[in-house]
């Protein structure tokens, strides 16, 4: 079974910085990312990264945030800086397994940018 643990998140102020993790176990994954949502809005990507370590990111992420993994650790990170009160959401992990494809979704993170 898929066991997937989230934590970084908290209140932060405009500007300031926050690195989320997520620790997975249970599989080997081939994509592991992030996604957020904001009340009323649908779920968005913010990134993911291939078990080769190529990141992606959404436009609107490109240069602030930074996405990594640690295979060994079967753990997936989200640096995010220069933030802003947009920013704010509820954070979820994502991870897809290696062997038959099944997705998985953290339970997520609240994100708090205070202007």
């Known amino acids: 079974q898929v066991h997937l643990v989230e934590s970084g998140g908290g209140l932060v102020q405009a500007g300031g910085s926050l690195r989320l993790s997520c620790a997975a176990s249970?599989?080997?994954?081939?994509?592991m990312g992030w996604y957020r949502q904001v009340p009323e809005s649908q779920r968005e990507l913010v990134a993911y990264?291939?078990?080769?370590?190529?990141?992606n990111y959404a436009d609107s992420m490109k240069g602030r945030f930074t996405i990594s993994r640690d295979n060994g650790k079967n753990t997936v990170y989200l640096q995010m800086n220069s933030l802003n009160p947009e920013d704010t959401a509820v954070y979820y992990c994502?991870?897809?397994?290696?062997?038959?494809?099944?997705?998985?979704w953290g339970v997520g993170t609240l994100v708090t940018v205070s202007s």
């Open positions: 249970g599989s080997v994954f081939s994509i």
């Open positions: 990264i291939g078990r080769g370590g190529s990141p």
């Open positions: 994502y991870v897809k397994t290696y062997y038959g494809g099944v997705e998985y």
